[in-house]
């Protein structure tokens, strides 16, 4: 069964925009981590945000914020102001450990176009 | 400029083969080497993290029995056997083990293996 699902796989906006990416997990696990990285042409998986499951502050940073609903096993990127440079594939990743070895975990991904 | 070189980029393996699967560092700023797997749902799901040559581990996931190994500091491997489902392997680099921040990870073109 999936651990990490991003429903959608493409999605489109203009310039300026704000969108919601979604994610959704399963975990068995207390403690986790949930990720947001984007997939840029050379093969890089840039970070962009992290939320810890035992975290109750929404997280920022620059344009991108997240929305965690925990007792959902949600978590979605929202970013704001876009710009063409946004453009690319943005992953969820659940990274979560057990009996002392730890796992990451990426969704399908979605592929963002952002156009002028 | 990639950072990875993994090869082949496609092999067709017949039910109950295994096939050898490299992996090239270019850059020794990044010596931290994974495997990925990328089922046919698209999913990523990390397999191992080997830093040191003579490095071994063996791992069976549904579908597939691993064993991946660092040669040298630059080269890693990973022999899939036992394969009844299609799906594609990415290698990945990075500075340091937990990537689970804002270290940089670079991702492989990847190789796709299919079951005649």
């Known amino acids: 069964a999936e651990k990490v699902i991003q429903v959608w796989s493409t999605a489109s906006r203009q310039e300026g925009e704000e969108l919601t990416l979604d994610c959704s997990y399963e975990?068995?696990?207390?403690?986790?981590?949930l990720f947001w990285y984007k997939h840029l042409l050379s093969g890089e998986m840039v970070f962009l945000i992290r939320q810890t499951s035992s975290s109750t502050a929404k997280e920022r940073s620059g344009r991108y914020s997240v929305v965690f609903q925990k007792s959902l096993k949600s978590i979605s990127l929202i970013i704001s102001a876009l710009q063409p440079d946004d453009s690319g594939k943005y992953f969820c990743?659940?990274?979560?450990?057990?009996?002392?070895?730890?796992?990451?975990?990426f969704g399908s991904g979605t592929q963002l176009t952002v156009m002028p | 400029v990639t950072l990875l070189e993994q090869n082949p980029r496609w092999r067709l393996v017949p039910r109950g083969q295994a096939v050898n699967l490299r992996c090239i560092l270019k850059?020794?700023?990044?010596?931290?080497m994974s495997w990925y797997q990328q089922d046919l749902q698209k999913q990523l799901q990390w397999l191992f993290t080997?830093?040191?040559?003579?490095?071994?581990?063996v791992k069976s996931l549904p579908g597939a029995d691993y064993l991946a190994t660092r040669v040298t500091d630059t080269e890693l491997r990973l022999q899939v056997a036992n394969m009844s489902q299609g799906r594609t392997l990415y290698c990945t680099c990075s500075a340091a083990l937990r990537t689970i921040s804002n270290e940089r990870l670079f991702f492989g073109h990847g190789t796709k293996l299919s079951v005649l």
């Open positions: 850059n020794s700023q990044y010596p931290w």
């Open positions: 975990t068995s696990q207390v403690l986790y981590h």
């Open positions: 990743a659940l990274w979560e450990s057990s009996s002392g070895s730890w796992q990451l975990i």
């Open positions: 080997l830093r040191s040559p003579g490095d071994k581990e």
